[in-house]
């Protein structure tokens, strides 16, 4: 895994771009700690930091094209290079590396952009085309690697973390109050969104050339959730799952150093892990978080799971206190607000992972969208036909929807819960009927703000403006919703990838390989009970698992969010409520924050519900923000570790 | 008991019923009311005024605004007291 900054059409003096472009790699090289490299010429500069998994004597960045047309800054990893290889070879093309980053170069070279809906990988890259002077960035179809493009000064600046913008002369950063509005309703950043002033996410599956003082963002990959035509009975569709995830793992393990696997005990991790397990010739090495608090912890499931396959299980075991003194520094990583504190036990997680010596592993991330995992798509179902039901059956299904609730269930839960269904029946927020339940929870958190807005509008426009979105079913609206809002802006990124980068971990999703995503939706709600989700995952490997994984039913990760603080920090109520840093923030209404930071720290925790546990965690984490980012404390001052490898082709280098 | 409901949900729901957000507002399109709380009421009210919401109460959406829950529950109180 790597990183990749540099700045394009700057009006920096090009004496400086050595010392600007490595300064930026230094404020991301936890990303890549092995080796740096960086490009120079009149126009642009940009670089690596590289954390050397494949090739590691020769896969060294950045890369040329033989005849010194094309340059790539690339992070991210393509499964499907040694196939694409073959093919550029037939073609004509000779390789000087066995590396995946040389196959994305002269794939570039061969096909141009649409060389990209032939990747199947997890990947951002820069690539200089130096004959037209055109700067491509593009990104991977889900989302997996960031890429963050900021405008400033009439240039162009570009990188893997926004923090590496803090090394960039004059760069300053300043909250975006809209984008803080939709994030706080919609609990992520939506595609572009970054939370802060003119800096710009590019999109999954997309690319943007800069040419000059233009730029033109293009979509290399839509999100096809309509799928083909199911298989003919049940069993073709479990051998078809077990085929597709078979080599969605394989291309996987393609990895010149050791692969371990993050076993939640829940079934999507279980199930990979029974399929490295199964591919390898030493214990497989799998990793887990334990919590002290019963009601998240899943250590008998993980024990279960470590017995039964044979591996090399390790479990780290973090308190409450823990997540309350990790929380800044884990803040500082994932750089955007966060409505849970979930992702910190990911960050020490990967601190122990590397510990280990361990720089790749498995997760389960994407099988509960592939595969309509989450309660939202059983509310999304029963919702879209709430009104052909009667009383009875309506009462019956919601017994169904959340069988680890207690406040869903018994005679009483349930007739509560008719009311509180009732409501969301009719689409009051166009496009959006799936979530409405959800993004009613969320209005509350943007009451932090003294000006909210519509925080519903972007992605209202979002959604308004996909084609092909208007088509699609109840529950495909609410599988896009989930691809495009929490898979990518939350999952993928605050609580996968940059918590793992944070140590210079890998994380790769084989169940967000293409074909397995492919295969999902034409087989999903085609067979078994629509109301036992992941059903014909549980079918394909009941036989391989502990009874006890299949049957659990889903278990949301969680970790404990207010109560936490609560518990074990009452400096956070002086920290939250400092008058200075509200004034400084401008943003927030500090009247509204100091009546709900007491309301937090005064009540019992058993009073304080999802809403307010959201909107806490998003007032910390925005208030960690303005430190690092807008105050500028996430600054490194030290220099890059490495060595850097420079390319230089400013023209004072090459008359010198 | 109107004026203890409305002191309950300002405190739950950390809002204040004003010329904007009425007894007769609906509090989930005002956006003052969530899934939880929204649990939580009907237990609250259930307990403390000891009446049960039937199916027809909770989805009929009187019980979505203040005027709405006390008139529900006031007719339910004396429809009780004439039964009982």
Known sequence: ?656 | MEQELKQYMEEQFMFEFDSEITEDSDLFKAGVIDSFGYITLIGHIEQEYDVKLGEEALLGNVMVSLSGIVGFVESARSRTSENG
Not at chain 1, 63 to 81: F, K, T, V
Not at chain 1, 213 to 241: N, S
Not at chain 1, 249 to 276: C, F, K, Q, T, W
Not at chain 1, 322 to 327: K, L
């Open chain 1, 1 to 656: 895994m790597c990183g990749i900054a540099g700045f394009y059409a700057s009006p920096l003096p090009a004496l400086k771009y050595p010392d600007v472009v490595q300064d930026m790699l230094a404020q991301i090289e936890h990303r890549g700690p092995d080796e740096a490299g960086c490009f120079l010429d009149d126009r642009m500069a940009m670089g690596t930091v590289r954390l050397s998994i494949i090739d590691l004597s020769t896969g060294s960045q950045p890369m040329g094209s033989p005849d010194g047309r094309y340059w790539l800054c690339y992070n991210g990893e393509l499964y499907n290079y040694r196939e694409l290889r073959s093919e550029l070879t037939r073609l004509g093309f000779a390789f000087r590396t066995r590396s995946d980053t040389e196959v994305v170069l002269l794939a570039w070279a061969a096909w141009g952009a649409a060389c990209l809906k032939r990747f199947n990988g997890a990947f951002a890259f820069s690539l200089f085309d130096s004959v037209t002077g055109e700067l491509h960035l593009a990104r991977d179809r889900y989302g997996k690697r960031p890429l963050f493009v900021a405008r400033h000064e009439g240039g162009w600046l570009f990188a893997s973390e926004m923090k590496a913008f803090l090394a960039y002369p004059g760069f300053r950063f300043s909250f975006d109050a809209p984008q803080l509005a939709s994030m706080f309703a919609t609990w992520t950043p939506l595609p572009g969104q970054s939370g802060f002033r003119d800096i710009e996410q590019l999109p999954m599956g997309e690319y943007l050339t800069i040419d000059g003082t233009r730029a033109e963002r293009r979509r290399w990959a839509a999100l096809d959730l309509v799928g083909g035509a199911p298989p003919a009975t049940e069993e073709e569709a479990v051998e078809l799952v077990r085929a597709e995830l078979d080599a969605a793992v394989d291309v996987r393990l393609r990895s010149d150093v050791e692969v371990g696997v993050y076993a939640s005990g829940g079934l999507d991790s279980s199930i990979l892990a029974h399929l490295v397990a199964r591919r390898s010739d030493v214990p497989l090495r799998t990793f887990s978080l334990q919590f002290e608090d019963a009601e998240f912890d899943e250590s008998a499931e993980q024990n279960a799971l470590a017995s039964h396959l044979g591996v090399d299980h390790s479990a780290l075991r973090v308190s409450d206190s823990d997540v309350v003194e990790a929380f800044p520094e884990a803040v500082r990583h994932a750089e955007v607000p966060v409505f849970r504190t979930a992702f910190v036990p990911m960050y020490l997680l990967a601190e122990h992972v590397r510990s280990q010596g361990i720089k790749v592993v498995l997760s389960g991330e994407g099988a509960d969208e592939a595969f309509l995992g989450y309660g939202i798509f059983k509310d999304t179902r029963l919702l879209s036909e709430w009104n052909d039901l009667d009383d009875d059956e309506r009462m019956s299904r919601l017994g169904r929807l959340y069988p680890y609730l207690g406040h869903f269930n018994g005679e009483d839960g349930q007739r509560r819960m008719l009311g509180l269904y009732q409501q969301f029946t009719e689409e009051r927020l166009p496009g959006l009927f799936s979530h409405q339940m959800r993004f009613q929870n969320g209005r509350f958190a943007t009451r932090l703000l003294k000006d909210a807005g519509d925080p519903f509008a972007a992605l209202q426009e979002l959604v308004a403006e996909e084609s092909g979105y208007a088509e699609l079913s109840a529950v495909q609206k609410a599988q896009w919703l989930e691809f495009r809002t929490l898979l990518s802006g939350y999952l993928l990124s605050t609580q996968g990838e940059r918590m793992a980068l944070a140590h210079g971990v890998e994380n790769r999703c084989p169940f967000l390989d293409p074909a397995v995503v492919r295969l999902a939706t034409s087989v999903n709600q085609r067979f078994g009970d629509e109301y036992d989700e992941k059903y014909l995952l549980k079918r394909a490997y009941a036989d391989v698992l502990p009874a006890r994984i299949i049957e659990k039913g889903k278990f949301p990760y969680r970790a404990p969010d207010s109560a936490a603080f609560v518990r074990s920090n009452s400096d956070y109520r002086d920290l939250l409520t400092d008058a200075d840093t509200l004034d400084e923030i401008g943003v927030l209404d500090p009247r509204f924050v100091r009546r709900f930071t007491d309301r937090i720290f005064d009540s019992r925790p058993e009073r304080i519900g999802t809403k307010e546990n959201q909107t806490f965690v998003f007032l910390a984490s925005t208030i960690w923000l303005h430190h690092w980012f807008v105050r500028g404390h996430a600054r490194r001052r030290d220099p890059l570790d490495v060595p850097m490898h420079v390319v230089d082709r400013r023209s004072d280098a090459l008359s010198a």
